[in-house]
T-cell receptor, first 113, second 113 residues
Framework: GENVEQHPSTLSVQEGDSAVIKCTYS??????FPWYKQELGKGPQLIID?????GEKKDQRIAVTLNKTAKHFSLHITETQPEDSAVYFC????????????FGTGTKLQVIP | GAVVSQHPSWVICKSGTSVKIECRSL??????MFWYRQFPKQSLMLMAT?????????EQGVEKDKFLINHASLTLSTLTVTSAHPEDSSFYIC?????????FGPGTRLTVT
C-alpha cells in the first residue's frame, strides 16, 4: 500500500518568514496530492491540492510543487501569519473522491509573532 | 457547498457500552464514505471504507465486529463502537467522497471511562 513520509514534524518560523514542508510517497499509481490544515479539536481542512499532470500550483500565499519522478511534493507558505499556526498533513491517493487517502505524519507549524 | 457533519461532536461513555457516531453529507450525495481514527498528536489512520448499500471494507488490524459501519443512504453513514474500552478513546473523523475529492467532517471526540 501507499506510504507517505513527512518532514519536519515541527517547524517554528518568525511571522513574515516562509515555511516549507516536504513529503515523499511510495505508490507510483498515486496521482492526487492534497494538503490539509488541522486546528486543535477540528477535522482536517483542504488548503490546496495538486494532480500528477501539474508540477506546481499556487493560491495566494500557498504553493505546492510535485516531482513525480522523485515521488516528492512540498508545501510552501510565504509571509506566514500567526493564524497559519496549526498541524499540516500531506496526503496521497489515486484520483477520485472514492479512493482512500493516505496521510503523512503531520507537521506542527508555529508562527511566532 | 460540500459540507459534512458529524454527530455528536463529543461523547463520553462507560467501558462496556456502545456508542454510535453519525456522518452526514449535507448538500451532496456520497456513495462512498470513509472513517478515520486519530490518536493525540498522531496522523489520521483509515479504519474503513463505507459504500452505500454494501458491506464496509475494513483496513488491516481494524476489528469489524467492534467497529460496526452502516451506510444505509447516500447521505448518512454510522459508526458504532461496540463494547467500548478506554483504549478506544480517540478522535473519529469521517469523510465523504465525490468524483474528485473527499470532504471531511469536524470529528467526534470519544472518551471511554
Amino acid at each position: 500500500g501507499e506510504n507517505v513520509e513527512q518532514h519536519p514534524s515541527t517547524l517554528s518560523v518568525q511571522e513574515g518568514d516562509s515555511a516549507v514542508i516536504k513529503c515523499t510517497y511510495s505508490d507510483s499509481a498515486s496521482n492526487y496530492f492534497p494538503w490539509y490544515k488541522q486546528e486543535l479539536g477540528k477535522g482536517p481542512q483542504l488548503i490546496i491540492d495538486i494532480r500528477s499532470n501539474v508540477g506546481e500550483k499556487k493560491d495566494q500565499r500557498i504553493a505546492v510543487t510535485l516531482n513525480k519522478t522523485a515521488k516528492h511534493f512540498s508545501l510552501h507558505i510565504t509571509e506566514t501569519q500567526p493564524e497559519d499556526s496549526a498541524v499540516y498533513f500531506c496526503a496521497a491517493s489515486r484520483t477520485g473522491g472514492y479512493q482512500k487517502v493516505t496521510f503523512g505524519t503531520g507537521t506542527k507549524l508555529q508562527v511566532i509573532p | 457547498g460540500a459540507v459534512v457533519s458529524q454527530h455528536p461532536s463529543w461523547v463520553i461513555c462507560k467501558s462496556g457500552t456502545s456508542v454510535k457516531i453519525e456522518c452526514r453529507s449535507l448538500d451532496f450525495q456520497a456513495t462512498t464514505m470513509f472513517w478515520y481514527r486519530q490518536f493525540p498528536k498522531q496522523s489520521l489512520m483509515l479504519m474503513a471504507t463505507s459504500n452505500e448499500g454494501s458491506k464496509a471494507t475494513y483496513e488491516q488490524g481494524v476489528e469489524k465486529d467492534k467497529f460496526l459501519i452502516n451506510h444505509a443512504s447516500l447521505t448518512l453513514s454510522t459508526l458504532t463502537v461496540t463494547s467500548a474500552h478506554p483504549e478506544d478513546s480517540s478522535f473519529y473523523i469521517c469523510s465523504a467522497g465525490t468524483t474528485y475529492e473527499q470532504y471531511f467532517g469536524p470529528g467526534t471526540r470519544l472518551t471511554v471511562t
